[in-house]
């Protein structure tokens, strides 16, 4: 009897260092778990943090695209306007050179006569 208590005792013993053991890792493993949960809400509101910033740029981003389309679209048709005045400004050029040839052509004729009329005189 006193062979089977001991051997009870002694299972016992070993049941309960292997409970002790368990009760280690369990505790451990949820301090764990804790941490990586702690972390994980961690990396969320970083994630949140970041998916807001990104919103608030595409945002900005947008608004710039608009304001500068905006002033493109202008300079554009201030290119196109200047363009236009250009070539009406070659046109009138040319058309001014033109009578001027002709203002020139006749002016000789009649500075001859001139200069002639001064030597008579």
């Not at 949960?37 to 910033?53: I, N, P, Q, R």
């Not at 290119?79 to 005045?85: G, N």
């Amino acid at each position: 009897m006193e062979i089977m208590k001991s051997d009870h005792a002694e299972a016992l013993a070993q049941e309960q260092q292997r409970c002790q053991t368990l009760t280690d890792k369990l505790t451990s493993s949820l301090a764990e778990r804790r941490d990586l949960e702690a972390e994980l809400d961690t990396l969320k509101f970083k994630c949140a943090e970041a998916v807001s910033k990104r919103t608030e740029l595409e945002d900005v981003l947008s608004e710039l695209e608009k304001k500068f389309g905006k002033e493109k679209a202008l300079l554009q048709q201030d290119t196109t306007d200047a363009k236009r005045k250009c070539e009406e400004t070659e046109k009138l050029y040319e058309k001014e050179k033109a009578k001027a040839k002709v203002v020139a052509a006749t002016a000789d004729p009649q500075l001859e006569k001139l200069q002639g009329k001064v030597t008579e005189l």
